[in-house]
């Protein structure tokens, strides 16, 4: 069975001119549905029944680590790889069996792949002449993509005379020409540098503000770029889905703890006999003191689970009413230009503690106290559970 | 301090005299086993009366209706072997390098082997598939009941060409291979994925970046089959008679030596100007290719 979504509208921002005739003239918007789906290479399961429902018009980012599976499910959606088990559709057709050239998806690589032998402009052509469009319709629309992405001045260039992101731009005018009924993006910034990565994450935001109705899928391994991006992530892991939300639910509330860890820093602290205190909020044994966080998950009364607080959610200095406070001794003290991160240990636990750039820092070996609001902690169940 | 410095040998001088004494032997066994016979050849070719250079033997020569023949069949089956191997390499290429299947590998690497093999070899297997009492016209006139063999093309330009694709074939399809091994796969998948079929994917993505060593193959395959004498006296068709071929003939069977130096001369002409037309094309062509990737 998919997992339904309840669907969180794009922010639709005014649309650029370019965008905008874009948009207009986009086909009706179509979803991307995963059913079941199950890919094996020589009998080995890469991608483990998925089910997933993409909305039309929404951004999901599939985040993990290598081998987890995620691109394998993207490239299932283009038609590279075929399920042995399940059904994929794009809209309301089904197109597991479809080959890839009739799928009607535009494609993004992290190598950009753009032929090294046109121009810009020639690359942008290249899926509307393999559809048979007609050359004044090309003639019109390439400059019209080319304008969306900011090359429209490089439409004569080759590949050779662009940088990494000029490229990465002229791939996503290629892939858009064609007017897809959805986008794929595979890990499309991980081969530009951190400065141009955090430009394009921007141009990409602005992007699906100026198409609305594009439904993106997004494979990627850098949290930062899921969080920035996505309506909705999906959290791979050994060829499962093992959560699903969306963006901020996720990263508040992990539904286990590999998301906790995967998505953002975590703090895991193993608490025991949970007690329910009313709205949403549960008494937890830490050792021997007591602490407060949310039950967003309504885990069961008096069992073992985690608790979870986010590196940037510790404070050093307990204000009067504090109530979560743990007793620390630093480790480690780094500094990092915007950010000091703490290690401390806590009744043996690894606790890490970032805050603004302190002007004295304590040395390690300190004894100090650290407190969270219970708000911003949650409890996370130990045992893997689907999102 | 400045006198004694430009009084002394400077240091480049005198690495530039050691290196000299390096080349030195190379270039003379170099002379004595290449240029010195070749430049005996040129000079039994362009002997006129009382040992004067004299072009009147290569005007004979060349004007003649037998030597007009030689240089027409040559590069006939030249050419036409050329384009043959190109066709069949680049089919067989593409096919082994994008459509996997069991034993491509093992395939590719047979087509080393294949290159190491002598020439006339396939001439002679060919006589036996398709030779007067081959295989094939054995089995066809058992079949259609006749006495004459049906299929007759071996002893004839056709044989030539055939056996010359084949032999020469896997010079195309090794750079071939090599230039397919450094496509970006992803690049024909984001071609399949923006609506290009497979036929599209080869001529305007795999082609064009497999053009370099096309024309690397070609050329070869043109200097080779420019030069093919082994295939061309197995195959011993009666009409076919090439460049070499009319070497040989002039000089072994005829005592012609005179005659066979101009043709060799013609022939080192021409093999000169192909080589230096596969240098330029390859360090043109193949430059502005590589400079793209």
Known sequence: ?387 | MADLAIGAPTRAGVEWNAKGLWIAPPLLILAALFFFPLALIARQALGGDAGALSFAKFAAVMSSAEFRHAIRNTLTIALSATAGCLVLGFVLSVLIAFTPFPGSRFLARMIDTFIALPTFLVALAFTFIYGSAGMLNESLMALMHRDLPPVDFLYSQWGVILSEVTVYTPFVMRPLLAAFSLIDASQIEVAASLGARPLRIVSRIILPAALPALVAGGSLCLLLTVNEFGIVLFIGAKDVITLPLLIYDKAIQQFDYTTACVIAVVNVALSIALYSLYRYVVATFGGRRAGLV
């Open chain 1, 1 to 387: 069975m998919p997992a339904e979504l309840v669907g969180t509208a794009a922010a639709i921002a005014t649309p650029s001119r370019a965008g905008a005739t874009l948009a207009s003239r986009e086909a009706n918007s179509s979803g991307i549905g995963f059913d079941d789906v199950t890919v094996a290479y020589g009998g080995l399961v890469v991608l483990d029944a998925l089910s997933l429902v993409v909305n039309p018009g929404e951004i999901v980012a599939l985040i993990g680590p290598s081998g987890s599976g995620k691109t394998t499910a993207l490239r299932a959606v283009a038609g590279f790889v075929r399920p042995i088990r399940g059904r994929i559709t794009i809209g309301t057709r089904d197109v597991t069996n479809v080959a890839p050239h009739a799928r009607n998806i535009g494609m993004v690589v992290q190598n950009y792949a753009l032929f090294p032998h046109m121009r810009a402009e020639e690359n942008v052509a290249f899926g509307l002449r393999a559809r048979g469009v007609r050359a004044e319709v090309i003639r019109e629309r390439v400059p019209e993509c080319l304008r969306l992405v900011g090359m429209a001045s490089y439409a004569k260039r080759f590949p050779r005379e662009l940088s990494g992101g000029q490229q990465q731009r002229v791939a996503i005018a290629r892939a858009l020409a064609i007017r897809p009924q959805v986008l794929l993006l595979d890990e499309p910034l991980s081969a530009l540098d951190a400065q141009i990565r955090r430009s394009m994450l921007d141009e990409l935001a602005r992007l699906h503000r100026d198409l609305p109705t594009l439904t993106v899928l997004y494979v990627t391994h850098d949290q930062t770029e899921a969080l920035t991006l996505a309506d909705h992530i999906g959290i791979m892991r050994d060829g499962r889905l093992c959560a699903f939300g969306d963006a901020q639910s996720l990263y508040r509330y992990p539904p286990n703890r590999f998301s906790a860890e995967f998505l953002g820093r975590a703090n895991l602290l193993p608490v025991e006999a949970l007690s329910p205190v009313g709205d949403g909020m549960a008494r937890v044994r830490f050792g021997d003191g007591a602490l407060m966080a949310r039950n967003h998950h309504g885990l069961p009364d008096g069992g073992a689970c985690l608790l979870c607080v986010r590196p940037h959610e510790l404070r050093l200095s307990p204000t009067e009413e504090a109530s979560n406070m743990l007793a620390a001794i630093v480790k480690s003290v780094q500094w990092q230009g915007d950010m000091q991160n703490v290690e401390l240990d806590v009744l043996g636990n690894v606790v890490r503690l970032s805050c603004p750039p302190m002007h004295e820092p304590p040395a390690p070996g300190a004894r100090l106290t650290v407190h969270f609001s219970a708000t911003h902690a949650t409890l996370v169940p130990e045992t893997a559970v689907r999102g």
